[in-house]
């Protein structure tokens, strides 16, 4: 099971396993598939699709879910993240934080901001650069109070990476989480990496999150 395989990791890690959140991803996935993974506890969920999201969270909003949004956020979908989604893993541009912190003041609802990172220059893959990072936290700690919080940093493994690459990648984030709770602010302390080809790598290095769907759904 997945829940027991975070708690090993967690274990080999020297952590709690309650000390890191599974997020399911949930994409492309049924209301009914939703609801069996809550029935069993699962708290998290994780979507990539603006529009598919809404009309799934609209039918849980009497139960008390966390959503997620995981993939890349165009600017003109910022409206739709506050009172839907808890938290965001994808920020990785100046313009979207300001679009979220807008929203967010506008709806009175509270959003939680991760910082997309592409530790491993995959040119595949959305997110910062590492030697941009402190720039782009710096721009956000002036734009978030209040209803939108800087929480930590976001990373997507290099696909087709062996593991000592995958490890490398995980430990890189870690060190620049590390080097911006000393540098800005303590309260970075999560680290969403890890998804369910390498969600234990992950746990091992450090992470807080893991987004895994296709080893709790089955193949999509």
Known sequence: ?????????????????QEVRLIAVSKTKTLQDIRSLADLGVNDFG??????????????????????FIGHLQSNKCKFIPGNFSWVHSIDNEKLVRRIAQAAREADASVNLLLQVNVSADPAKHGVPSADLFPLVE???????????????????????????????????????????????DSMTELSMGMSGDFELAIEEGATMVRVGTALFGPR
């Open 47 to 68: 979507e990539n699709q603006i529009q598919e999201a809404l009309g799934k969270i609209a039918q849980f909003r009497e139960t008390a879910l966390d959503w997620h």
């Open 139 to 185: 721009h956000v700690l002036e734009q978030t109070s209040g209803r939108t919080r800087l929480r930590g940093l976001m990373t997507i493994g290099y696909r087709g990476a062996g593991v000592d690459e995958k490890r490398r990648s995980f430990a890189a984030l870690r060190q620049l989480l590390e080097q911006c709770r000393q540098r800005f602010v």
């Open 1 to 17: 099971m997945v829940s027991e395989r975070i708690a090993a990791a967690a274990r080999r890690s020297g952590r709690l396993p």
